[in-house]
C-alpha cells in the first residue's frame, strides 16, 4: 500500500516528498487517514540526528489524529469513520512485566517507536518505522486510541506527546485539589501540564523567567506566577510546594527548583533529555525531597487522559500549517517561536 508523506534523507537535509509502502492490514490493525500531525522537537532532534542512530530516510511524526478508513477482521475497538489518535509508540514486546500492566512505555525488551524503529511486524520491504507526516498509516489495535468527537482534532494531536507527558506524573503523584503545583516552563509540555493540573483542581504556579509567559500562564489557568529569576520572591516560596512538573528542555541546575518542595514532596523531570548541570544532595536530605523522571504514557492512561481532555474540553494551542512550510516551522520550533505546538494539516500533503 503506497503511502506518500515528507522525509529527509541526511542530518543537513530539508524534508521533502516521499513516497514509500505500508503494510497490507493484518487481522488486528487498523488504517487510519491522517489528518494532523503535530511536530514535537524530538522530530527534530531525530532528523538532525542530534542523538544519534537516525535511519534514512526518515520520516517523522507521532502526534498522528485522523479517521479510520479500515479494518482487520479481528479488530473489535474500532470501524471505519473513527476519530482516532496513534502517540509515540506502534508496538511493543507485549508480555513482559510493563506491558502486562498497560506501561508499554517501559517495555522491557523495547517498545517499536512510530518513527525510527525496527519494524517487527514487518510486511514491506523496509524494515524501519515511517511516522506520521504522511497521508496514511496503519497500526496494531492495541496501539490505536479513541479521540473524542468534541474535541477540535487539530489542537488533539499534540496531546498524543505533549499531553501524555505531562498527564502521566500529574496521574501518578496524584495531583488534586488542596495542592499547590508548580509548573517550571511554559513551552509545549509546560502549557499542557498548567491546563491538566488546574483541571485536576491544584492550585497552580508557573515557575518562568519570562513575565510576559507569566501573562500567558494565568490565561491557561495558573493562579500565579513566580519568576525564578526573582531570588527574594524564590525564597519566600521555599518549602511551600507539594509537586513540581519540570519540563525545561536542556540542562540546568535543579538546587533553586528542589528548595521550593516540601517534606517529602517530588519534582519530576518531563524535559530535559541530557546532563542536569548541577544536582547538590542537600535539597534532598534536609526535607527528604525526591526527583524522579517520567516518561510519556502508555496506552490505557493515554486513552484515559484523552477521555479527561474530552470532559473538560482540553486540547494543545496550536499553531496549523502547511505541509510545504514544514521546514520553516523546525526552525521557528528551535528558536522558541511558537505557542506552543505546530500541526501539520494533512490536507495539504
Known amino acids: 500500500m503506497t503511502a506518500h508523506g515528507y522525509a529527509n534523507h541526511s542530518p543537513t537535509d530539508k524534508l521533502e516528498t516521499f513516497s514509500f509502502e505500508r503494510r497490507a492490514p493484518l487481522a488486528e490493525d487498523v488504517v487510519i487517514d ?8 524530538s522530530d527534530i532532534h531525530s532528523a538532525r540526528n542530534e542523538w544519534g542512530g537516525t535511519i534514512y530516510p526518515f520520516v517523522p511524526g507521532h502526534e498522528i489524529v485522523g479517521r479510520v478508513t479500515a479494518v482487520g477482521n479481528n479488530v473489535s475497538k474500532f470501524k471505519k469513520g473513527d476519530l482516532v489518535g496513534i502517540g509515540c509508540l506502534v508496538d511493543s514486546c507485549r508480555h513482559c512485566e510493563p506491558c502486562n500492566h498497560g506501561l508499554e512505555q517501559y517495555c522491557e525488551n523495547g517498545w517499536t517507536g512510530t518513527y525510527n524503529s525496527e519494524d517487527k511486524i514487518g510486511g514491506t520491504k523496509h524494515n524501519v518505522t515511517y511516522g506520521g507526516y504522511s497521508d496514511t498509516i496503519t497500526v496494531d489495535q492495541r496501539f490505536v486510541l479513541n479521540i473524542p468527537e468534541n474535541l477540535d482534532a487539530a489542537g488533539s494531536a499534540p496531546l498524543l506527546c505533549a499531553g501524555i507527558t505531562t498527564y502521566s506524573p500529574l496521574r501518578h503523584w496524584k495531583v488534586g485539589p488542596g495542592q499547590k503545583v508548580g509548573v517550571i516552563g511554559l513551552g509545549g509540555l509546560g502549557h499542557m501540564g498548567v491546563k491538566f493540573a488546574h483541571a485536576m483542581g491544584a492550585h497552580v504556579v508557573m515557575i518562568t523567567t519570562s513575565p510576559e509567559k507569566g501573562k500567558d500562564a494565568r490565561k491557561l489557568g495558573a493562579d500565579e506566577v513566580l519568576l525564578s529569576t526573582d531570588a527574594e520572591a524564590m525564597s519566600a516560596a521555599a518549602g511551600t510546594f507539594d509537586f513540581l512538573l519540570n519540563t525545561i528542555p536542556v540542562g540546568h541546575n535543579t538546587d533553586p527548583y528542589m528548595n521550593l518542595l516540601k517534606l517529602d514532596s517530588t519534582m519530576v523531570i518531563v524535559g530535559a533529555v541530557e546532563a542536569l548541570t548541577n544536582v ?30 474530552g470532559k473538560h474540553n482540553i486540547t494543545c494551542d496550536i499553531e496549523l500549517i502547511d505541509m510545504k512550510d514544514v521546514n520553516t516551522a523546525y526552525d521557528r520550533t528551535v528558536a522558541g517561536d511558537v505557542k506552543y505546538r505546530f500541526v501539520i494539516d494533512m490536507a495539504t500533503l
Open 280 to 309: 547538590s544532595g542537600v535539597p534532598f536530605i534536609f526535607k527528604r525531597r525526591n526527583m524522579a523522571g517520567s516518561l510519556i504514557g502508555g496506552l490505557p492512561e493515554t486513552q484515559e487522559m484523552l477521555d479527561f481532555c
Open 34 to 41: 491522517i489528518q494532523y500531525c503535530g511536530i514535537c522537537h
